[in-house]
């Protein structure tokens, strides 16, 4: 019978039982998707949260389940809950409410009994110039608050996302293209969130997780141009340029908050340190080099 079908157990997980199930919440975006591929390559059965509507679960219905939940309202999350091992919860990116979905998270693991819980949060949350990332560490203080155990996690920016840009031999963003970041590679975060979830140790840790280099965008194009074997040119668009085109599709408040983080990114870029990611994975990070080349 599958982890998610029994009966719900009243227990208190240690963090040192066999992991056999997990409810991925968040897990038809890209990083859901990374680290429901990770999951299921150790092994562990997934149930796969996702909006009202989602469309196009890429998971065989044997491995992964998807499970409606209304994180707004906490409308399916109790019966999501039932019966699985641990959490990993990943709010949709820049959404107002991320503390009271994290509240109704936590609440809900709490009420199930299931302590192992990781949350995805972003590096430097404490960063006040950008409205997102304060959400962040706000949502982070409340799930500790709630759940001694919890786990944190604290990626950079991934290098996928100027990968596509890449590849297609133009790379254009809104801010600094001399900027600072230690982008990280995805697959290295997705690799991290599983063994976390999976293994034991990491109760109520809080960990960094960036790239092995400092780049800017000017040297990321350099990188991809030596590998593809073509030139990829590289240029900064500016903030109304990309307010009227990319970001006209969101909400003000969304928009809003890109454009904070544009600003931030500007002035500082997003730069941390590759000590836990490569502690954790127990290899090399993963450079940018390797990303393009894997997926070229």
Known sequence: MPVWQRAPRP???????????????????????????????????????????????????????????????????????????????????????????????????????????????VLHPEDASMPHHVRKAEAEKVIRTRLSTATVLRPAAYGQNLLDAALLGRMAV??????????VDLDDVAEVAALILTGAGHAGATYELCGPESLSVREQA?????????????????????????????????????LAMFRAYDRDGLSGDA?????LLGRPATPWRVTVGRAA
């Open 11 to 121: 227990r208190r997980s240690t963090g040192y039982d066999r992991v056999t199930g997990v409810l991925v919440i968040g897990a038809a975006g890209k990083t859901g998707r990374a680290v429901t591929r990770a999951l299921l390559a150790r092994g562990v059965r997934v149930r796969a949260a996702v909006r009202p509507g989602s469309q196009g679960m890429p998971y065989a219905a044997e491995l992964a389940s998807p499970v409606t939940v209304e994180l707004t309202t906490g409308l399916g999350l109790g019966e999501a809950m039932v019966g699985v091992d641990a959490v990993y919860h990943l709010a949709p990116n820049v959404h107002p409410d991320e503390v009271g979905i994290a509240t109704r998270v936590v609440e809900s693991a709490r009420a199930a009994g299931v302590s192992r819980f990781v949350f995805h949060s």
């Open 275 to 279: 000590t836990d990611l490569e502690r």
């Open 222 to 258: 350099r990188i991809a141009s030596e590998v593809l074997g073509h030139p990829v040119d590289v240029s900064r668009i500016s903030l109304e340029e990309w307010a009227a085109g990319p970001g006209s599709a969101m909400s003000e408040q969304a928009r809003e908050d890109l």
């Open 174 to 183: 809104p801010y600094s293209i001399d900027a600072p970041f230690t982008n």
